[in-house]
């Protein structure tokens, strides 16, 4: 089994504030890991430095995966004066094949035309998570997917990453909610 | 290309972003004549130092926000992680500024020019000095706005401002030249020298300052 990321003895503090020490672990494709802990634990900051943004304090971390990540984090990255369709242009997966039938599953098919600005909390994640649905990516980086999400997307949401994992994906991420995907559980707590 | 589309789309979009600057270049260009007596034959002298300060303040006024929305909707976390070479990024970002609010200023400038002074001569001189200022204007005033991301403009003006004042003196020197008929290329060719260094090293240090703050 291919190992898309290994994480040996991964250290990050704040100032003087160590969020966590010596966190080793590895993950294959195929396969999830689900972290846990309590708020300003440093479950932000590990998949940060996972997705290159953030750069640990101590430790060594091994990527080995062909494409880009797919990190979808606090922030939607979505422009709220333009409108469903220009959003998705920006998003670069307004030509994608199985764009139509996403936006139906989700029921922002006839929300094209409206800004984003006019959409609730709930259809603005749903359009962000568009970029996770149709991704192209080896590894998936995912911090709190299900804030804002009715059950009905939250169960779409862990029906299509139960596929991505059987299609060989890895994934990696944090969430309060409970998913029904089968992962390990890494606890991060204050050092 | 296809990051040039969608600056392009993003900046056309929001028109307060292009159109709000170009209206207050217009406004200062406008008040100008206005406010001084019109028979003073010395207004020929101070439009230029008046242009130069209005190209100035609207280019800090243009890049207010040129990082500050994407940084706060994660637009920048996307674009770090997605593109290899953020400066290039950056570069093209500016480009797209320059395009929508520099070019149209620098051609309203040349047009206030002729107006003003009724030089036709003038008026074409002025062109590609100004565009070479706004492209480098705008450079550096993206690099304290990159600088103070988080921490309000005042810092970004405050610490870019030790960079512009050559510039201005450069453009003085300018409208020394220009006023006593002397030939001005050599003042051009030094902006565009200048213009030349700036485009290569300030996205690059952007970049790094910008990816400072996505930690």
Same mark, same amino acid.
């Given at each position: 089994m291919k190992k898309i990321l290994v994480a040996e003895n991964l250290s990050y503090k704040i100032n003087d504030t160590k969020l966590f020490q010596n966190l080793s672990f590895s993950l294959n494709e195929g396969a999830a890991i689900h972290i846990l802990g309590s708020n300003g634990s440093g479950k932000t900051s590990l998949l940060k430095i996972i997705s290159g943004l953030t750069k640990q304090t101590k430790g060594e971390i091994e990527k080995n995966y062909n494409k880009d990540i797919c990190f979808i984090g606090h922030k939607n990255a979505l422009k709220q004066y333009l409108t469903v369709e220009d959003n998705l242009s920006l998003l670069e997966i307004e030509a994608h094949g199985n764009l139509k039938s996403f936006?139906?599953? =989700?029921?922002?098919?006839?929300l094209l035309d409206v800004m984003v600005a006019n959409l609730s909390y709930g259809q603005q994640k749903k359009l962000a998570l568009l970029r996770l649905f149709l991704n192209n990516s080896d590894l998936l980086v995912l911090d709190e997917p299900c804030?804002? =999400?009715?059950?009905? /997307?939250? #169960?779409? =949401?862990?029906?299509f990453? /139960? #596929?991505?994992l059987n299609a060989k994906k890895a994934l990696i991420f944090s969430s309060h909610i409970s998913l029904d995907i089968s992962a390990e559980v890494l606890q991060l707590d204050k050092a | 290309m296809k990051l040039l589309k969608f600056e392009l789309l993003k900046l056309r979009k929001k028109s307060r972003g292009w159109l709000g600057p170009i209206l207050v270049f217009v406004l200062i260009m406008t008040a100008f004549p206005l406010t001084v007596e019109m028979l003073n034959k010395d207004i020929d002298q101070s439009f230029l130092s008046v242009l130069w300060i209005a190209t100035l303040l609207v280019m800090m006024l243009a890049t207010e926000d040129i990082f500050l929305e994407? +940084?706060?909707d994660g637009t920048l976390e996307q674009m770090a992680i997605k593109h290899n070479s953020l400066s290039g990024v950056i570069t093209i970002k500016i480009f797209v500024y320059w395009l929508?609010?520099?070019l149209p200023i620098s051609l309203l400038g040349a047009l206030y020019g002729f107006g003003i002074t009724s030089s036709a001569d003038l008026a074409i001189q002025l062109i590609p000095i100004l565009m070479i200022t706004t492209?480098? +204007?705008l450079n550096v005033f993206s690099f304290g706005n990159a600088l103070s991301l988080t921490k309000g403009s005042i810092l970004g003006i405050l610490i870019t401002m030790p960079l512009v004042l050559p510039l201005l003196v450069v453009l003085g020197k300018v409208v020394i030249a220009i006023n006593l008929g002397m030939n001005f290329l050599g003042f051009l060719f030094l902006l565009l020298g200048i213009l030349s260094i700036i485009i290569l090293v300030l996205p690059i240090i952007?970049? +790094?300052v910008i990816k400072a703050h996505l930690e």
């Open positions: 936006l139906q599953l =989700l029921g922002l098919d006839k804030v804002g =999400l009715d059950k009905k /997307s939250q #169960d779409i =949401l862990c029906t990453l /139960s #596929d991505e | 994407d +940084f706060n929508l609010i520099g492209y480098i +204007f952007i970049s +790094f």
